[in-house]
């Protein structure tokens, strides 16, 4: 009895899912050796400048994205990269900037209007007294200036501290005790003068 032999599979076919893995040294290494090459030297580096913005625990999930953007860069894109420690931490901060964003649009929509609480106080003068003054502190928090209102409501209302602050907006605690002090002076300023 002659067996045929049968005829190899073209390799742009890819893998079924019960194909077995070629050897490690058949694999496409160009991406993944550049990849590689730059995370054994940049990680350590890159995680230690994270950390000095965020709390520990999340340094490695962003190390860990941004490595993901990166290989989702195109080879040309990559060939770019004239200077990989730099860009490395361009895109950790950009991400840390991203973050912090978008952690202040999910408070926002968490905003209740003063107009939507019900008045329960016994005193129905001293309750719209008090809506009022909501009001007129309300009106005071939109003309201070985006960072500074941001800064003031992430650390009055949501209970950040100024670490915590100046983490997620990629600012010094001085700046982020700076804006406090505005703000604070500002709205003192505003209640005094309807």
């Not at 893998?15 to 694999?27: N, Y």
């Not at 900037?97 to 003063?114: C, I, M």
């Not at 003054?133 to 650390?155: C, D, G, S």
């Not at 100024?162 to 505005?182: C, D, F, N, P, Q």
């Amino acid at each position: 009895m002659h067996l045929k032999p049968v005829p190899d599979r073209p390799r742009t076919a890819g893998l079924a899912e019960a194909d077995p893995l070629p050897p490690a040294d058949a694999r496409p290494r160009a991406d993944g050796a550049f990849l590689e090459r730059l995370y054994r030297a940049h990680h350590d580096g890159l995680i230690r400048f994270i950390r000095r913005r965020v709390q520990a625990e999340r340094a490695h999930d962003v190390v860990q994205r941004v490595f993901c953007r990166l290989a989702g860069l195109s080879e040309q894109e990559r060939g770019r990269i004239a200077a990989p420690a730099a860009y490395l931490r361009r895109a950790a901060d950009n991400m840390l900037r991203d973050d912090a964003r978008q952690e202040v649009r999910r408070s926002a929509a968490l905003h209740v209007g003063d107009d939507e609480v019900a008045l329960r106080a016994g005193d129905q003068w001293a309750a719209l007294e008090a809506r009022d003054r909501l009001r007129h502190l309300e009106a005071a928090l939109l003309r201070l200036k985006p960072r500074t209102r941001e800064i003031f409501l992430a650390h009055r209302v949501d209970g950040y501290s100024y670490a915590e602050i100046a983490a997620r907006t990629g600012l010094s605690i001085k700046t982020v005790e700076m804006h406090m002090t505005r703000a604070i002076a500002f709205l003192a300023q505003s209640r005094m003068t309807p």
